[in-house]
């Protein structure tokens, strides 16, 4: 009941800070050598107060990863996640600390990118959206130009991700989808011919949730081009990006 009452109190508004009915204030009791009480919401800030180990704090507001206390003497401090998390509810439970980044991204099933990098020696620059089923499956589509020496490469994908630990902060997954591609020769003594071709690819990656609703996020994928001749070609690609989530 006690945990189910923190995650309720500790609510992040989207504006700012506010104050807690008093029927809804969480107690706990610092079970580290001390918990150091700051005048305002950072580091910058000075401590005006240090609780001793098992005294007990009430948990008034939340701004970020800081914590408005107040003590049993009634003064009032603010206290960084890191050290809230070291106190104990009633129960001798640890106090349990949803993650701001990662409940929007719950909220928010819908995910666009752009990302940057190498393709097959040239570059490329890339864009894509995505959809979440559920906290490991999500189905994405992409389009991607990769400039290279020889020719210019437009190609579109359509795959599936899957996230193994979708409650990290960084989170690895891998993706397999299929694709078309259309790739032009660059030449100056006779118009080139652009031909499309159908490719398939797989890729890991990881993503690590930044703060609100953006993310950073590293792909590796490797392309197989199926082609007229009689070898299919082969291409690899490293990209990293931004991200956010609606």
Known sequence: MLVAASTAAFAEPSQKPRALDVAHYVEVTVADAYLEMRTGPGRGYPVTRVVPRGEKVDVLMRRTDW??????????????????????LASGEKLKLDDPARRDYDRSPWEVGFQTG???????????????FNDNLSIEAGVSQALGSSSTSVFGTLGLLHTFTPRWRVAPFVDLGTGIVKISPKTTIVSPISRQEQLAYWGVGAKAYMSRRFLLRVDYRSYIIFTQSAQNEDRREWKAGFAFFF
């Open 67 to 88: 914590y408005k206390v107040r003590d049993d003497q009634g003064k009032t401090g603010w206290v960084d996640r890191e050290h809230m998390e070291l106190t104990l």
């Open 118 to 132: 190498n393709f097959g020696g040239g570059n490329v620059n890339a864009g894509y959206g995505s959809y979440s």
